[in-house]
């Protein structure tokens, strides 16, 4: 089978907040199959913060990306061809891809799609990576216990979302901070959030915070960095933990932000700040996804998916995660199942 394909190359390294002139559409013909290698067609992209980081020429936990090469990340598709006994035609699959219309793979890091947990596009959400990082991060790493406070930033992400969720089910109170009333709406209407703090208005962030938390911080679940978590460290009680999954509020600047200066609370509440990337508990997710299935079939645990329609706004719908327009996960819709 010969095919045509697009796919998106990183152009050049952002400066601050990327724009639509990083990224460049290219065409190309895909390679005949070898032995062991399947053609699998776009369905879904995902788009994540984390990806920010990789389009910088630095160092970090995964090799950044290279100018003029394709853009690469977590997607849904279906195999149109197959020369490798594990996938079949007409599989719905996911794993990582490029940012194109078609990939091909040998089937490394690649898995089929369980239908039976939910629909597909859950795999690049609740039931995959961010359902993941959420499960550990929090259990492993905030430990949670009935009646503490657990506090999430970036609480209307997949990530933040499935976090608060979670802390309910163990019989926490929650509060999410978010960048709108909306936002916190649904997390304390649709999501069973306790409380919820917009970073944008309160004239007080640390205010707003003790207000919203007035036995203090038991667990807080940093997505954010920066204002946010200052204000945050001032409310914590003692022996509370901090499982530093991202700080998207840092990932556009120029230069490094300056401090930590307040680190002194940590010292003074004896907390515990562990950053992790989910990768980490790898051998674990066999443990992880029977529970946040059964979670989302009782509906225990929502979802909201953020879907932006067409291959040629993949990277539109990349920066809208740094205009705040996600609510859930943020995906891009390349084309249906056939």
């Known amino acids: 089978m010969t095919v045509k394909n697009q796919e998106y190359v990183l152009a050049s390294r952002p400066k601050g907040t990327p724009t639509a002139e990083n990224f460049r559409l290219v065409e190309s013909e895909l390679p005949k199959l070898k032995d062991g290698q399947f053609l699998v067609r776009t369905l879904y992209v995902s788009v994540d913060p984390y990806m920010r980081g990789r389009m910088n020429d630095a160092k970090s936990y995964v090799p950044p990306f290279q100018l003029d090469e394709p853009i690469a990340g977590g997607a849904v598709g ?51 990576m961010p359902g993941l990082t959420a499960y550990f991060g929090l259990l492993d790493i905030g430990n949670p216990k009935a009646g503490e406070t657990v506090v999430v930033s970036g609480a209307a992400g997949a990530v933040g979302m499935t976090v608060g969720q979670i802390a309910k089910i163990y019989g926490c109170r929650v509060v999410g901070i978010a960048g709108s009333d909306e936002k916190l709406r649904i997390l304390t209407e649709e999501m069973g959030f306790d409380a919820g703090v917009n970073y944008k208005t309160a004239p007080s962030l640390y205010k707003a915070i003790r207000e919203a938390c007035p036995d203090g911080v038991d667990v807080y679940f940093d997505n954010v960095g920066g204002d946010v978590t200052d204000a945050v460290l001032a409310n914590l009680n003692d022996n509370a933990r901090i499982p530093l999954c991202g700080q998207i509020s840092l990932y556009n600047l120029d230069k490094m932000d300056v401090g930590p200066r307040n680190l002194s609370y940590v010292l003074i509440h004896r907390a515990l700040i562990k950053g992790f990337i989910v990768s980490d508990y790898a051998r674990q997710f066999s443990e992880a996804f029977p529970k946040l299935g059964e979670w989302v079939k009782s509906g225990q645990l929502k979802y909201r998916e953020t879907v932006v329609e067409g291959f040629e706004n993949i990277p539109n719908a990349f920066l809208g995660l740094f205009r705040g327009e996600n609510i859930g996960k943020q995906l891009a819709k390349v084309a249906d199942a056939k």
């Open 78 to 128: 279906q195999v149109l061809e197959s020369h490798n006994a594990s996938f079949q035609v007409g599989d719905i699959v996911s794993g990582t891809f490029h940012w194109a219309l078609y990939s091909v793979s040998d089937g490394r890091g690649v898995h089929k799609v369980n239908p039976a947990l939910g629909p597909m596009t859950t795999s690049l959400g609740v039931l995959g």
